[in-house]
């Protein structure tokens, strides 16, 4: 089963240039291990189990490495800081998916992907943005992206936070289904084995012992 899903993703390479891209987000936002590659490999498995086309794949997976240049487009100090965001901040960084968007559009990325860099911060309860589309407003390749995104983001720590525990990640993802996240996406993700790589989870069990840092 691992090997033959290993397979499949082999027959979707990403280009180099946006990997390259992802890792220099990740760098600027202060990820020590490679979290848009993360992202990218939970949402393709999730691909998988609700029988994406491959081309559907390679979209929602070029996007993942994608999703948040625009916050490095607008390289603002606030972002990587260990201070909590004033009200001026947090207005300016919801700007960053339309501005991801933008760039994709530049980069001459289909459209598929620019729309999903638009909509990975749009919850199912109709609270997110930019453009408060609800339940299945948001496309399924959307709403997958959304929980990879956050469920990565939560279990890696960065140099302002620890990182959650396996066990309090998925209570997250139970607690906030229905409202950040699809149902059906977030129970799909509890059922993934292996949803965090053990190289990732022994780091957060360790920051859990040493206690939480500063949110
Ligand atoms: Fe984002």
Redesign the pocket.
Do not use: C, L, N
């Given at each position: 089963m691992i090997f033959a899903e290993h397979a499949i993703k082999k027959e979707l390479p990403v280009e180099e240039d946006l990997i390259n891209d992802g890792a220099s987000t990740d760098k600027f936002e202060g990820y020590a291990e490679p979290h848009s590659e993360r992202i990218a490999d939970l949402a393709d498995r999730l691909a998988i189990q609700f029988n994406f086309a491959v081309r559907d794949r390679l979209m929602l997976k070029r996007a993942a490495y994608f999703?948040?240049f625009g916050?490095l487009t607008m390289n603002r100090a606030y972002i990587s800081s260990a201070s909590e965001l004033t009200e001026a901040e947090r207005l300016d960084l919801f700007r960053?998916?339309v501005i991801g968007e933008q760039q994709a559009s530049k980069r001459d990325l289909p459209r598929a992907v620019q729309l999903l860099v638009r909509w990975?911060?749009e919850w199912w309860n109709g609270s997110g943005y930019p453009d408060k589309l609800i339940s299945k407003q948001i496309p399924l390749a959307a709403r997958i992206l959304r929980i990879a995104?956050t469920y990565c983001a939560l279990t890696s720590g960065r140099p302002f936070r620890a990182a959650f525990s396996p066990r309090e990640a998925d209570a997250y993802v139970a607690e906030s289904a229905g409202i950040e996240f699809d149902p059906a996406v977030a129970l799909a993700l509890l059922d993934i084995p292996e949803r965090i790589p053990s190289v990732v989870a022994d780091t957060a069990e360790t920051a859990l012992d040493e206690g939480p840092g500063e949110e």
């Open positions: 999703h948040d916050e960053h998916p990975h911060h995104d």
